[in-house]
């Protein structure tokens, strides 16, 4: 099983579409998969289903009430499941300040590791006890960052974040790769910021995607209608760049 994480500490680069539509993609090429919505935003739940009621079994109650995942997972399609978010979890560098709490996810993932053959993790834009949580039992990252200098930010704190993991786990935390998205080559903003990218990329060890994700409407159409892109538009140009970008990123790790 492999553990992926999807992690940018600024929001809007499209960090939730990228786990959602990896994740359907993986479940395409024959994959058992399980997404989770560890984003208080509860947006990667709301990609796939309507707004659950309150109370309703999450990812909080895991790291809250020490339930399994098997109890609160949720069926989205055939070899494809989601265990969602909760806006509860806006409180969790305060609620879980407690012994283990690096290792909080690790242990519940560990129950059902013969479940599936990809995790999926959505996280938080901040790099708080959630994310810290993902990084500590993910195998690979992937780092959205839109075409645009706000996106740069993050990187050096990302890097700083995942050294201090690393160190304090003696786990290598490596990222996979930068994934550009809402991306134009139309524009001298895009071309003219590669540059900036390609260096934030050898800062954190790896390598820009040489797939582009299209800035594209047909993207949220498929996020109201609940249907995942590759399905609701299998065609659209959009799609191509999501599906090149998958087929790349199970290159890069061999599989």
Excluded: W
Excluded at 67 to 86: A, H, P, Q, Y
Excluded at 165 to 176: H, I, L, N, Q
């Amino acid at each position: 099983m492999k553990i992926i994480s999807v992690s940018n500490v600024k929001g809007g680069v499209g960090k939730t579409s990228t786990a959602a539509i990896l994740s359907a993609g993986l479940t395409q090429r024959g994959n058992n998969v399980l997404m989770i919505d560890s984003d208080p935003q509860t947006n990667l739940t709301m990609c796939f289903l309507p707004e659950p009621p309150d109370g309703t079994p999450s990812i909080y109650h895991v790291y809250a009430d020490g339930k399994s995942l098997d109890e609160v997972r949720t069926s989205i399609k055939e070899n494809l499941d989601l265990i969602i978010g909760d806006f509860e979890l806006c409180n969790a560098d305060m609620q879980f300040l407690k012994a283990g709490r690096l290792k909080m996810l690790c242990k519940a993932i560990k129950s059902i590791k013969s479940d599936y053959d990809f995790i999926v993790i959505d996280t938080p834009p901040n790099l708080g006890i959630l994310s810290l949580n993902a990084f500590l039992v993910s195998d690979y990252i992937i780092v959205p960052m839109a075409a645009d200098s706000f996106s740069l930010k993050g990187v050096r704190l990302l890097k700083q974040t995942l050294d201090e993991v690393t160190e304090e786990t003696e786990k290598a935390v490596s990222v996979t790769g930068l994934l550009l998205t809402k991306y134009t080559n139309r524009t001298n903003v895009s071309k003219l910021l590669e540059k900036s990218i390609n260096s934030a990329a050898e800062l954190l060890g790896t390598k820009v995607f040489s797939s582009r994700i299209r800035q594209a409407t047909v993207l949220q159409e498929s996020q109201v209608a609940k249907v995942d892109l590759l399905e609701y538009a299998p065609k659209a140009p959009v799609t191509l760049d999501y599906q090149a970008f998958i087929d790349e990123f199970l290159e890069r790790i061999e599989v």
